[in-house]
């Protein structure tokens, strides 16, 4: 089971950015995918979260209207390739921060406690400068 994050970076405020968390070894429609963020000196926070098969997804109230979260079951050459991506538009420097996507194996109904997410990834620096 592995979560791999890319596209993190350096933004303007105002500008975007695009995340991807590329999901293998677990048929990731059963589970909650989430994102989340950890600024320096603060507690990690819980950004958005997507679940395929119960076809919903969530948003921090602080990024509501900006960011957008996806996922897609591609299948190529090499296999499935499980994503999920979380566009962010209208960034400030408060989106500052290192970006996990985690996945949440075994609750019923999404959510953004962290003791429930199970396996994480390393994390993408996003920063935004103005």
């Known amino acids: 089971v592995q979560l791999v994050e890319s596209g993190g970076g350096l933004a303007q405020v105002g500008g975007s950015l695009t995340l991807s968390c590329v999901v293998s070894?677990?048929?990731?429609?059963?589970?909650?995918i989430g994102w989340w963020r950890q600024a320096p000196g603060k507690e990690r926070e819980g950004v958005s979260w997507i679940n395929r098969r119960k076809g919903i997804s969530g948003y921090a109230d602080s990024v509501k209207g900006r960011f957008t979260i996806s996922s897609d079951n591609n299948k190529t050459s090499d296999g499935a390739k499980n994503t999920v991506t979380l566009r962010m538009n209208s960034l400030t420097p408060g989106d500052t921060g290192n970006y996990f996507c985690?996945?949440?194996?075994?609750?019923?109904?999404?959510?953004?406690?962290?003791?429930?997410?199970?396996?994480w990834g390393q994390g993408t620096q996003v920063t935004v400068s103005s």
């Open positions: 985690a996945a949440d194996l075994y609750s019923i109904n999404p959510n953004f406690t962290e003791r429930a997410y199970d396996v």
């Open positions: 070894g677990f048929y990731f429609d059963d589970y909650t």
